[in-house]
């Protein structure tokens, strides 16, 4: 009787992980690219008006996408001629007082960034895009943006990273 249901379980666990074979925790869908590219991601956040250059948010905003896309998928990061291809520019790196206190001082800050995303999928007809993406970071107006930078420009860059590969790998 042991020997049956032991048998009995093993099956249904060997059925189980066999069928999550073909599922992705993150739902990425690469089809055919083995491989991906992402070019740097210039700065161009100056140019628009309202917005300031913030040093090396270019390189860190290319970092964090290339470490998200390798994170969640089997695909390899190469130089040139990826079969996916991200590339883009920061054009918005904006300060904006959110809400006033009674004395009509800002009570909150809002740092805002906005990358521009053209991706190109060289495996698959039809899926290719030109996008922006934002997201913000609300702080108290008592705060330098210096003291909170570190951690707006992490979970900023986590969405805007996120949101990118949703739409470019998800169909979301």
């Not at 705060?143 to 470019?168: C, G, M, P, Y």
Request: glycine share 6%; with cysteine; hydrophobic share 40%.
């Amino acid at each position: 009787m042991f020997k049956i249901k032991s048998l009995i379980i093993l099956l249904v666990f060997t059925v189980c992980i066999a069928g999550c074979g073909i599922y992705n925790f993150t739902g990425g869908d690469v089809g055919t690219a083995t491989t991906f590219q992402v070019n740097y991601f210039q700065n161009y956040a100056s140019q628009n008006p309202g917005s300031t250059f913030e040093p090396g948010m270019d390189r860190d905003f290319t970092l964090a996408l290339q470490d998200l896309i390798l994170n969640q998928t089997s695909l390899d990061l190469v130089k040139s001629n990826g079969d996916l291809l991200y590339e883009g520019e920061i054009v918005e790196y904006r300060i904006s007082p959110m809400s006033a206190t009674s004395q009509q001082n800002a009570a909150q800050n809002r740092l805002s960034i906005g990358v521009n995303v053209r991706f190109f999928n060289n495996t698959k007809e039809d899926v290719d895009f030109e996008q922006r993406f934002s997201f913000f970071y609300d702080y108290p107006a008592n705060s330098q943006l210096a003291s909170v930078k570190d951690e707006a420009h992490q979970i900023i860059f986590e969405r805007i990273t996120q949101d990118i590969f949703n739409k470019s790998l998800a169909d979301w």
